[in-house]
């Protein structure tokens, strides 16, 4: 059995990203211009994608195969990918989920820059969103 390794994704393999969330029906898609961040066991089992915006990351398709979830993968995916990240990552979500990335470190005690408080305005439309920033630490 192989062990499951956590990387970076290069480039050339981003359609693979998808294919994957596709794969499980997620609406989910990979933004171009960020960077993005898999665990493998031997195929992709969890991704996710970090977009720059002012100030730093906007995290972005947390999703892990159900066959996987439940073992704190999902965490260990975030941790590794927003540890070198410059600034602060921040991202938005269901509120069901505050308990989870507040787990991880992330408060909803932050600012958003201007473009993801405007999508936070827009997302908030349709369904209820909040936001949550992780500062830089260390």
């Known amino acids: 059995?192989?062990?499951?390794?956590?990387?970076?994704?290069?480039?050339?393999?981003?359609?693979?990203?998808?294919?994957?969330?596709?794969?499980?029906?997620?609406?989910?898609?990979?933004?171009?211009?960020?960077?993005?961040?898999?665990?493998?066991?031997?195929?992709?089992?969890?991704?996710?994608?970090?977009?720059?915006?002012?100030?730093?990351?906007?995290?972005?398709?947390?999703f892990v195969d159900p066959a996987y979830r439940g073992q704190g993968l999902a965490a260990r995916l975030i941790r590794q990918a927003v540890a070198p990240a410059q600034g602060t990552v921040w991202l938005l979500c269901h509120p069901d989920l505050e308990g989870f990335y507040?787990?991880?470190?992330?408060?909803?005690?932050?600012?958003?820059?201007?473009s993801l408080a405007e999508r936070l305005v827009r997302y908030k439309r349709n369904k209820p969103m909040i936001a949550m920033g992780l500062g830089q630490l260390g």
Request: positive net charge.
């Open 1 to 62: 059995m192989t062990e499951l390794h956590i990387e970076l994704l290069a480039e050339p393999l981003w359609p693979l990203l998808n294919k994957f969330y596709r794969r499980h029906d997620s609406p989910m898609k990979a933004l171009k211009g960020g960077q993005l961040w898999v665990a493998r066991h031997n195929e992709i089992v969890a991704g996710l994608c970090l977009s720059p915006v002012v100030g730093g990351q906007w995290l972005t398709g947390v």
């Open 102 to 114: 507040a787990g991880i470190g992330f408060s909803q005690q932050t600012v958003l820059p201007q």
